[in-house]
């Protein structure tokens, strides 16, 4: 019960009053805690440093590089990303494994640390009704609650009672997205090419394939995609020519995503579900 009464005293402090850097940074960590309890995380620490490595060369160039941003893989073929309030960043293993490239993930990661520089998490809260606030995150993050509807929202696909932006927060998550990976040097081009090859497997599977969970959190994905393509168009072929498309450890690091791929596959004939299952917080 000690978990769940810090909870609900910070919902209680969050919901009387504007969030500040150290409430907000002291809630995503409370909240990444249950996570990385809840969720299986990639223990391959190649894949691990890669990405941490890679988003922080990201989100260092951002108004909020003072934050201490940490980025963890979910060991799950599942594809989503999600961001906690503070600077926790996740990303599915499944996004790596479907990415040709290194502009594809950083498109991702971009995308979801823009989330956290714009605060959409701590805006939902302070926006909320401070009733409303407590039960909705006592109920997805702590499985207090046993409805249908409030059981806790954290699962293997990475959805998060944070991960549900508005349609306006996903546009803006895109937008600021696609200047941070430019900031940092890296073409923007690999959102495009990276959602459109989402985009065509989830139509491929008719919604219930392994990209649901994405369409689910991030909305409005046929139109953000002409979004992006009128952001590229703004800019000069010549400058887009001369970003970053991949670096020397993308390929090593997606090898050992797919090998965890074929290895989950196999478990999966075998009779175990453990890395299937929804797990609940």
Known sequence: MRNITVTIGTIALLAGCGVSTQQEVQMGQEEAQQVNAQLPMVQDAEIQNYVNALGNRIAHLTSRADLNWQFQVVNSDVVNAFALPGGFIYI???VLS???NMSEVAGVLGHEIEHVVRRHSVKQMENAQGANVGVGILCALTGACQ??????AINIGGTAVFAKFSR???IQADEG???NVMRAGITPRGMLSLFQKLLAEEQQSGG???TAAWFADHPGTTDRIADIQRMLNQVPASQLNSLQVNDAGFASMR???RGLDQ???FKGSSGSSAHTKRHPV
């Open 92 to 94: 599915n293993r499944g």
């Open 98 to 100: 479907r990415a040709s």
């Open 147 to 152: 409805s249908g509807v409030a059981q806790a």
């Open 168 to 170: 306006t927060d996903e």
């Open 177 to 179: 997205g696609f200047n």
């Open 208 to 210: 219930s394939g392994a």
């Open 255 to 257: 090898r050992d995503s």
């Open 263 to 265: 290895r989950q596959r």
